[in-house]
């Protein structure tokens, strides 16, 4: 199975949606074992669940609280973004762990939280330039993937994304990838045994129309998590092309 997932960030008005999901819906021929999800900021998830309606198309919010419910204000829930149309949730993103204080330790609950919502968590992991340039990638995402320890949570998929090749324009090399997507799954293994062999893992971090095909044919890439490319329907029907 491949996935490609759109993660929009904080892009598209609901208009943009709209067109979006039009130009999507005329030119998208979906073909089994390639999974399309679109993660859109908290407004657009109805809008997009109801667009989506009677495609394939999974609808995964960018992020959710750990908690049921409660004074957290400006949060939303597990269970809220369900209701407003998500069947998965990314978590971990890069972005949220230099702006939002993402820690292993506030997202071993939320992905707690998500699977308890049967929601199904795509976790993403990432070293930074610093990390890598001090030798440091292997140990960052070992540390950052011991939260699944002893877990099993349904639908879970990880997102490798070196932070250095996200919105940068500098995509990770061949070798680069490969090497980290060989680590991670050696990791899941340890980890989650059987379910760690399955689990898909992605790689993020400037996916293009041009990149993509090459990016694919490494072992263990199981598709991509797009940021930028992703707000052009053009080029994400060009990536499910490419991931059929
Ligand atoms: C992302 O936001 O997850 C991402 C990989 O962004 P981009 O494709 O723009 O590098």
């Not at 960030?9 to 999901?21: E, Q, S, V, W």
């Not at 149309?85 to 949220?96: M, P, Q, T």
Request: net charge neutral.
């Amino acid at each position: 199975m491949r996935i490609v997932a759109a993660n929009w960030k904080m892009n598209h008005l609901r208009a943009d949606a709209t067109a979006f999901m039009e130009t999507l819906k005329a030119g998208w021929k979906p073909v089994e074992g390639v999974v399309a999800a679109v993660a859109p900021p908290f407004p657009l998830l109805p809008l997009l669940q109801g667009l989506a309606q009677g495609t394939p198309l999974r609808v995964y919010a960018q992020n959710a609280h750990a908690e049921a419910k409660g004074a957290f204000t400006g949060e939303v829930s597990m269970a809220m973004v369900q209701d407003a149309g998500a069947c998965g949730v990314i978590l971990g993103h890069s972005e949220r762990r230099q702006y939002n204080g993402e820690t292993e330790a506030t997202l071993l609950p939320k992905l707690k939280a998500a699977a308890a919502q049967g929601l199904a968590p795509m976790l993403c992991v990432g070293e930074t330039l610093a990390q890598r340039d001090a030798g440091e990638t292997l140990a960052v995402l070992k540390a950052q993937l011991a939260i699944l320890a002893g877990t099993g949570f349904p639908g879970l998929a990880i997102a490798y994304e070196p932070v250095w090749a996200i919105g940068t324009g500098r995509v990770a090399t061949v070798a680069q990838i490969a090497e980290v997507h060989a680590f991670i799954r050696g990791e899941l293994k340890a980890l989650l045994g059987d379910q760690g062999a399955a689990t898909p893992i992605l790689y993020g971090g400037s996916v293009t129309p041009d990149n993509f095909a090459e990016i694919l044919r490494v072992p263990d890439v199981a598709g991509g998590l797009v940021g930028g490319a992703s707000l052009d329907p053009a080029k994400f029907l060009r990536l499910l092309e490419l991931a059929a």
